[in-house]
């Protein structure tokens, strides 16, 4: 059976919390990836940067739902997300575009769990963890080589 370890990167490029976007952007688009791993100083996952929590920066500013009754504002919306939507679109920084605590998997997962991840919830890059730290990276690509032998 395939396991993550298998088929991970182990060479990863990853960034810090405190990268800047545009720093993070050329990174994804000079090495041609879809996300990178956010690691703390020690090589602890913080979190995860995908092209499409770069995209979300285009997006128009969402206006919260609201409900007027008798001259008092009555929001039909929880303003905590709306606050987490704001900043993720003007953010400057890594940690606050990343999406923090990451599904990740450990490198005795089989393929067939990782499949599974990308297909089902929409993911496109999945880190590999050990013991709290980011050993490895798994793309698309990575799985679709297992099919050439």
Not at 58 to 86: H, M, T
């Amino acid at each position: 059976m395939i396991k993550a370890k298998d088929i991970m990167e182990k060479n990863i490029i990853s960034v810090q919390p405190d990268t800047d976007i545009t720093t993070a952007v050329g990174i994804l688009l000079k090495n041609h990836i879809n996300g990178v791993p956010v690691v703390d100083e020690t090589g602890a996952l913080k979190g995860i940067l995908c092209q499409s929590d770069l995209i979300f920066q285009q997006k128009n500013i969402p206006v919260p739902p609201i409900f007027i009754l008798l001259d008092g504002i009555i929001p039909l919306s929880s303003s905590k997300k709306f606050n987490a939507e704001l900043e993720k679109m003007a953010a400057i920084k890594v940690e606050q575009a990343m999406v923090k605590n990451p599904v990740s998997v450990g490198p005795e997962a089989p393929i067939s769990e990782i499949a599974s991840l990308m297909v089902e919830k929409h993911f496109h890059t999945i880190p590999v963890v050990e013991e709290g730290k980011l050993v490895g990276i798994i793309g698309k690509e990575d799985i679709l080589k297992v099919l050439i032998p």
